[in-house]
């Protein structure tokens, strides 16, 4: 690892692209004057990309040990739990770890407007049969004008 750039332009340019700035904007926030070929030019650099690089793996290598150390957690809650019997707090431990891995996905529940029920019409068979008419009359006559 190197650490940080010697220029302070340079490292700030790094810093913003490492967070996922697109090269002119964090080119711009970093106190260049805005040219997309200088810009370009900085982002090739090999020092720049060798630093984006570093502090993207810090990054992330800081993002596994947080989810790492919060699974420890939830395993030492859920053994807690069990041992005071308390079976609620475990499951709730357990369903923790298991959304913390991604093992259960988020549930969304839909709703219609103002969050009242989802309004509906039941149609009947002959308005369906003239809707599906109509859609394929507009598409055959798209059809025969491209």
Do not use: C, W
Not at 28 to 52: D, Y
Not at 73 to 86: P, S, T, V
């Amino acid at each position: 690892m190197s650490g940080p750039l010697k220029n302070a332009r340079h490292e700030r340019f790094a810093q913003l692209r490492a967070k996922g700035k697109s090269v002119d904007a964090a080119h711009a926030e970093a106190g260049f004057s805005p040219n997309r070929g200088n810009a370009a030019r900085l982002n090739a650099n090999e020092s720049i990309a060798a630093r984006v690089a570093e502090l993207q793996a810090k990054a992330a290598e800081k993002a596994v040990i947080t989810a790492a150390d919060i699974a420890r957690q939830l395993d030492e809650d859920r053994e807690f739990a069990r041992e005071n019997k308390q079976s609620a707090a475990a499951v709730s431990a357990t369903l923790g770890k298991a959304k913390l891995l991604g093992l259960m996905p988020e549930r969304h529940e839909h709703t219609g407007k103002n969050g009242g029920p989802i309004e509906y019409r039941d149609l009947g068979e002959e308005e369906i049969d003239a809707r599906l008419a109509a859609l394929a009359d507009k598409h055959g006559r798209q059809q025969l004008a491209h």
